[in-house]
Nanobody, 117 residues
Framework: QVDLVESGGGLVQPGGSLRLSCAAY????????MGWYRQAPGKERELVAT???????NYADSVKDRSAISREAAKNTIQLRMDSLKPEDTAVYYC???????????WGQGTHVTVSS
C-alpha cells in the first residue's frame, strides 16, 4: 500500500509559475515511476510529467519546454515546477505512483490549479 500526499496548487496568474510536491508513504519498491497527471473539466485525465526511480523523465508535449520534474530519493518525494502558465493549464493535478512488481497505480487526492487573472 502506498499513500500519496500532495501539496501546492491554487490560483496562479497567467505567465506565473507553479510548484507541486508529492510525498509517497508506505511500501516503496524499486523500480517505480512517480509523476503528475491532470484533468480539466470535461476532459480525460492526461499525463503531465513523470520521473522513474532511475531518474528517467517524460513530459507531455504541451509542457515540456516550461516544466521540470525532480525527485528526492531519500524522502520518496517528487516536485514539479511549471512556468509560463496558461489558462489551459487549469485542471485538477493528481500525483501518481506506479509500481512494476506487481503492476499497480496509486493516486493522490488531487490538487486544484486555476490559472486566471
Amino acid at each position: 500500500q502506498v499513500d500519496l500526499v500532495e501539496s501546492g496548487g491554487g490560483l496562479v496568474q497567467p505567465g506565473g509559475s507553479l510548484r507541486l510536491s508529492c510525498a509517497a508513504y508506505g511500501t516503496i519498491a524499486i523500480p517505480y515511476t512517480m509523476g503528475w497527471y491532470r484533468q480539466a473539466p470535461g476532459k480525460e485525465r492526461e499525463l503531465v510529467a513523470t520521473i522513474s526511480s532511475t531518474y528517467i523523465t517524460n513530459y507531455a508535449d504541451s509542457v515540456k519546454d516550461r516544466s521540470a520534474i525532480s525527485r528526492e530519493a531519500a524522502k520518496n518525494t517528487i516536485q514539479l515546477r511549471m512556468d509560463s502558465l496558461k489558462p489551459e493549464d487549469t485542471a485538477v493535478y493528481y500525483c501518481n505512483y506506479h509500481s512494476y512488481y506487481p503492476p499497480r497505480d496509486y493516486w493522490g487526492q488531487g490538487t486544484h490549479v486555476t490559472v486566471s487573472s
